[in-house]
């Protein structure tokens, strides 16, 4: 395209630019972080085979010379509200319903159940909301309509829109029919700003991806990662982290023999920050203790969980 051509169509000075939000609601590992990445084009929102990667709000702007689309990526809606961490990622998700132009309910179609149609079945009362039929590279073609037909009869009249976040399938065709949503309005964010968090948030989360993606059972649960300090020198980033989890026995997991486990941590996080930061890191990594923290509203609020 020309550069006159981009200006012709340029509306952002006009009356007809659009700006708005959408959330991305589901159950745990439905791809809403996955789906907001790839609509994004940039890695925001970390991402990882388990349930309940995502535990905060996570804002990801998307920009173009039409419309100004303002993701919402949530934690994933789960029953288990045992541990105040719990109730603090269901309310960071299902806070933001009222406050958006437009509900993606994020679904896997391979693995629709029940805890998806009491998501499905709280948004009666909601009428801007389209069902995001994701995954569909694990399912064949004839196996589709039947599962659009099962899930159109719990929430009736909203459209229904299979895509594969992961292969970036059908993608175009999903910001066009979320752009029909938006309400005219004037950017909200500068052109080139990515999402509302600040690089230490962007940093912590990408160490505690490297975790999530490492360790397995319970493990990932039982830890928060804090950036501590942040400094940006002229050839260099530095950055130093804590690792805070509940037991002295999981502190020895996350160091591991002679402490490879936790260099291997900090390399794989390193790579990824400096492909970020398009800079030199020098990133240490220290392994904390504070018994039951995710259980305990102060240590929760101390560790960047406080309300949303
Ligand atoms: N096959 C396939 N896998 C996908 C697709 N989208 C996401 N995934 C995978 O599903 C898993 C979960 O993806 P996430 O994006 O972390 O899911 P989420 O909904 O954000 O999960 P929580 O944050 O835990 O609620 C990852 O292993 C992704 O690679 C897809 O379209 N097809
Ligand atoms: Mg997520």
């Not at 719990?154 to 029909?180: G, H, K, T, W």
């Amino acid at each position: 395209m020309s550069p006159a051509s981009i200006s012709n169509q340029d509306h952002r000075a006009t009356d007809r630019y659009q700006c708005g939000y959408v959330a991305l609601i589901g159950k745990p590992n439905t791809g809403k972080s996955t789906l907001m990445n790839a609509l994004i084009g940039e890695k925001l929102s970390i991402t990882a085979h388990r349930p309940q990667t995502t535990r905060h709000q996570i804002i990801g702007i998307k920009t173009t010379d039409r419309y100004q689309c303002v993701f919402v990526d949530t934690p994933g809606i789960h029953q288990d509200q045992k541990k105040a961490i719990n109730r603090y990622m269901n309310r960071a998700a299902t806070s933001v319903l009222d406050d958006v132009d437009l509900i993606c309910v994020l679904l896997d179609v391979a693995n629709f159940n029940q805890d998806d149609e009491q998501i499905l079945k709280s948004l009666k009362p909601y009428s801007r909301v389209i069902l995001v039929l994701n995954k569909m590279d694990r399912v064949s073609k004839q196996a589709l309509l039947p599962r659009i037909e099962r899930i159109s009869k719990v929430l009736p009249d909203r459209d229904i829109i299979p895509v594969s976040a992961l292969n970036r399938e059908n993608l175009d065709y999903l910001m066009e029919q979320i752009q029909q949503y938006l309400p005219q309005g004037i950017p909200l964010y500068p052109d080139d700003q990515l999402t509302d968090k600040p690089m230490r948030f962007i940093v912590a989360e990408i160490i505690r991806e490297k975790l999530f993606r490492r360790l397995t059972a319970e493990l990932p649960y039982a830890l928060t990662v804090n950036v501590e300090h942040y400094k940006v020198e002229p050839d260099l980033v530095r950055i130093s982290a804590s690792i805070w989890v509940e037991r002295k026995s999981q502190k020895g997991i996350i160091i591991g023999q002679g402490g490879r486990m936790l260099k291997t941590i900090g390399s794989e996080a390193r790579r990824d920050i400096e492909a970020l930061v398009d800079n030199k890191v020098y990133l240490q990594l220290w392994v904390k203790v504070r018994e039951d923290w995710s259980d305990d509203e102060r240590s929760l609020a101390a560790f960047g969980y406080s309300a949303e």
